[in-house]
């Protein structure tokens, strides 16, 4: 869990503050999680939720900076979405991540309102 930890602190989620109880708790409440690995070296995690009939959340994807562009956040987000015929999945991001997401085969969804209340 501390890989996770760290390369999702690596990567921009720094809200979780490098707490790894947060870190476990997502993991935990995740519908699926994907790891990809080299060995002992954690490249790649990715994290969805799905209520299984109608609509999932992409809510995790990291990849370390020197894999990117190689397919694996790609690989990730498939296996997360895998399995679910008939779920609009959305994605959610902090940045640009515009261009990624139309790789993958999302579209910019002009019709949804996006909401936050922190916790």
């Not at 990849?63 to 999945?89: K, T, W, Y």
Request: net charge positive; aromatic share 6%; hydrophobic share 40%.
């Amino acid at each position: 869990m501390f890989q996770v930890m760290k390369l999702l602190t690596e990567t921009g989620y720094r809200h979780l503050g490098g707490d790894l109880g947060r870190v476990s708790a997502l993991v935990q409440g995740s519908t699926k999680v994907v790891w990809a690995g080299d060995g002992a070296t954690l490249l790649g995690f990715g994290s969805s939720i799905t209520d299984g009939g109608a609509v999932g959340l992409v809510s995790h994807l990291a990849v370390r900076r020197d894999q990117r562009r190689r397919g694996l956040g790609r690989a990730i987000v498939e296996r997360l979405i895998a399995g679910n015929p008939g779920v609009s999945f959305l994605v959610h991001a902090s940045g640009d991540v515009s261009a990624f997401c139309a790789r993958v085969g999302f579209t910019r969804a002009s019709s949804v309102s996006c909401y936050v209340r922190k916790g």
